[in-house]
């Protein structure tokens, strides 16, 4: 096109909002000052314009979404007509909102706590709930410095679930009630629900994920990833102990320890003083290097207290301590004399105490963690994967319900920890289709409470330390009641490598401890050998009470077959080796005739059942049976080996 030459560029300057835009001449340009915005004229029609008129040019100051004038959903197509005409800024913020519009890009030594917490702030706390809409995690490294408060109605996606990774390191998260209340304050009517967060990594070292008082909430395919190696021994055992309080004894005043629990006659400790340090002398005096106490105790000073302490091995309980040791107090000259009442601390592995990737504590019926779903998720390398603290009182009972679908626990100490009040509370979880690989000592460790149920589950060296499914040294789930918690379809590899043996001696190890109900689905297999006495062929352990086996048999030059199931029963409580083990056997075989040699083979092929104490605790091979032994004979006069595969089912 032909391009007209001007001897100059025209140019005005004025202010819009007080005078209003003028018609400009052609290619004349006009800067408001007022509204910082540049025009330039059109021109005129004769000249080839399209219409009289001035046109906007775009600088820095102006807001291209507002310039670029409305959107209307599927404008061009003329079967849509019912759409409007709306900004292109309200389209975009109806959408999802992103973690980086409150802040900076991802950066591993960047602190996004704080801009975290300012989108959960303006997105999720705002009282106009039109914002409350996804937010959105882009791909990369967010460091989290200070613990991540996250409050109700949250819902937090990331971009992938590999390429996001939150790192809270030894600090944690928590969750917050929609007017700010922490986990401190919580009441049943204020407290966190409805929180969604998916598609991301966890990273910790220390730091947890502290669930107390949420409800109504969602996680999936969330991945918490640890530090944890399998054989670390991150948490100590709790020994029992006796804490007696000594802080009202002042100047004259004395105690005296007393009791079978120590080597030498009753020793009396007068004060000089009302310090602490004069506490901290007598246990000096007391202590094990001058051979006061047995090798069972050890004393020890916490502030204003003295603390007896029943070592590991003695197997004393807490109250028992008091059997051992007592303590008279006299606080002054004037004082009378009296009885220390001790405060106990009981014995325990210390797994309460261990760090764990979920972790929450129920108190309060109205504040209890409930109806939380996991889907998808998983929890790689840490120490415990869930681990719940019951503090109520025994009266105080009530359900909690938790769902784990498709969810993965690798590499972990122990994966789930409950720890219950009474057998009364209903510990409503629920495992579904989830795999529990290589966690050294149990999948799902409950104390006390029913209801909880594992289905559709696999289990992959679980319990065996840092050994393999032939060396198990613990079971794979444990329950602490004995009524309402079942283990149904799993599947677990161990009995196959160490259940099955031609050694009379192995030790039964039980993998699921006081289920009402447990089957394993998979297809267990031996070979049958000619023997005209009873040969070994599985062990079981006593604490289950009752075993059901379900069996194929092929035996024999024209494989004959016999299908059948074995029941064993035992009594609670079983102590020695001559007690009765009840074994039925109901079967039948695949030969028609009884002159058929095939009728012979089959039915003169029998199972038996012992007990055995195969761990040998106690020195007597004939006490604290441990071990039930299955044995099969089949006589050499019918020359036929074979087959055999089953599949088991036992419980409480």
């Known amino acids: 096109m032909a391009v007209v030459q001007i001897s100059k560029i025209q140019q005005r300057r004025g202010q819009k909002l007080l005078s209003g835009l003028p018609q400009l001449s052609s290619a004349e340009l006009a800067w408001a000052v007022d509204t910082q915005e540049l025009y330039i004229g059109n021109g005129s029609v004769t000249e080839g314009a399209p219409y009289v008129g001035n046109t906007r040019i775009l600088t820095e100051h102006d807001n291209l979404l507002a310039l670029a004038g409305s959107y209307k959903f599927a404008e061009p197509d003329l079967s849509i007509t019912g759409s409007v005409f709306r900004s292109i800024q309200t389209k975009l913020d109806e959408i999802e909102a992103s973690v980086i519009d409150f802040g900076p890009e991802p950066d591993p030594s960047t602190d996004h706590t704080e801009y975290f917490h300012i989108a959960f702030n303006q997105l999720f706390q705002n009282a106009d709930t039109k914002f409350r809409k996804v937010l959105i995690v882009p791909n990369g490294h967010y460091y989290c410095k200070t613990t991540l408060k996250i409050p109700s109605n949250v819902i937090l996606k990331g971009e992938t679930r590999s390429g996001v990774v939150l790192d809270i390191g030894s600090t944690g998260i928590e969750f917050l009630s929609e007017s700010g209340a922490d986990f401190l304050t919580f009441t049943s009517t204020n407290r966190p629900e409805n929180v969604s967060i998916s598609d991301l990594t966890i990273a910790f070292t220390s730091g947890e994920t502290n669930l107390t008082g949420l409800k109504d909430s969602r996680f999936e395919n969330v991945t918490w990833k640890g530090t944890y190696q399998l054989g ?53 005096t007391l202590n094990n290097t001058d051979n006061v106490f047995p090798t069972y105790f050890v004393a020890s000073i916490v502030a204003e207290s003295l603390v007896i302490t029943a070592l590991a091995g003695s197997d004393i309980s807490a109250q028992g301590i008091e059997n051992y040791i007592t ?100 510990n409503n979880w629920t495992f579904s289709n989830c795999r529990f690989e290589d966690i050294a000592k149990q999948a799902v460790l409950s104390t006390k409470g029913h209801r909880t149920n594992i289905n559709d589950t696999t289990f992959n060296n679980v319990g065996n330390g840092i050994n393999g499914n032939s060396n198990p040294e613990t079971e794979m789930v444990v329950f602490g009641t004995k009524y309402g918690n079942v283990v149904t379809n799993c599947r677990s590899d161990r009995h196959q490598e160490a259940g099955i043996t031609l050694v009379d001696t192995t030790v039964g190890i039980a993998e699921v401890v006081n289920a009402g109900a447990v089957n394993f689905t998979d297809d267990y297999y031996s070979v049958i050998y000619l023997s005209d006495t009873f040969i070994p062929l599985a062990v079981f352990s006593v604490k289950n009470r009752y075993i059901t086996i379900d069996y194929n048999i092929t035996i024999g030059e024209y494989s004959y077959n016999r299908k059948g199931q074995l029941t064993i029963v035992i009594n609670d409580g079983v102590e020695t080796t001559s007690e009765h083990v009840a074994i039925a056997d109901n079967y039948t075989y695949s030969i028609s005739l009884a002159t058929d040699l095939g009728g012979p083979v089959m039915t003169n092929f029998e199972f038996n059942a012992e ?42």
């Open 232 to 284: 670390e021994d991150n948490y100590n055992p709790i020994l029992a102990s006796q804490s007696y309080d000594l802080s009202s004894i002042a100047s004259g005043g004395y105690i005296t320890v007393t009791g079978i629990g120590l080597d030498t006659a009753s020793r009396i400790q007068v004060y000089v003083s009302s310090t602490v340090a004069s506490v901290t002398a007598l246990v000096n």
């Open 327 to 426: 303590i008279n107090l006299k606080p002054s000259t004037s004082g009378s004399e009296f009885m220390v009442e001790p405060t106990p601390t009981n014995s325990s592995t210390g797994i309460n105490t261990a760090r764990s990737a979920l972790a929450w504590e129920n108190n309060f019926f109205g504040t209890r963690v409930h109806n939380i779903n996991f889907v998808g998720c998983s929890f790689d390398s840490v120490t415990l994967a869930a681990k719940c603290i019951h503090t109520h009182g025994e009266s105080d009972y009530y359900e909690t319900k938790l769902t784990f679908d498709d969810c993965n626990f690798y590499i972990s100490d122990t994966a789930v920890y409950i720890e219950g009040i009474t057998d009364l509370q209903t």
């Open 611 to 652: 007990l055995k104490d195969n761990d040998d605790t106690t020195g007597d091979s004939s006490q604290s049976v441990d071990t039930i032994l299955l044995t099969y004979k089949n006589p050499l006069q019918y020359s036929g080996t074979g087959t055999i595969s089953y599949s088991i089912r036992y419980g409480v």
